[in-house]
């Protein structure tokens, strides 16, 4: 933790700024993964509901399969890549700066 405290002195105010609403964007882009594969219940499709109400004797005779499927839609992806691939520009201009001082 101490290197995190030391870091954090190091950075300027802007920089400060910077690091704290992409560390926000890639919470809310986790928190909403997370939130949208594992705690969403799915829906039944039309056919199982279908199935289930055409049995001949009144109860359910289709048991309904519910396995997670993980999903992630490509605006998603394409922010992460964005800001990912922002903050690898970033870092390599700051090396190619600091070797030409």
Sequence with gaps: MKWLKNYWSGKSVRQRIYLC???AL???FLFFVVKGNIFDKLVPTSQQTSVSQSADNGEDS???VE???FHISW???G???VVFG???IHKYR???KGKRL
Excluded: R, S
Aim: net charge negative.
């Design 94 to 96: 700051e090396k190619k």
């Design 79 to 81: 922010i992460l890549v």
């Design 62 to 64: 289709a048991e309904t």
């Design 26 to 28: 890639l919470l809310t």
């Design 21 to 23: 609403i992409v560390m």
């Design 67 to 69: 396995e997670i499927h």
């Design 86 to 88: 922002a903050y690898g």
């Design 75 to 77: 605006i998603d992806i």
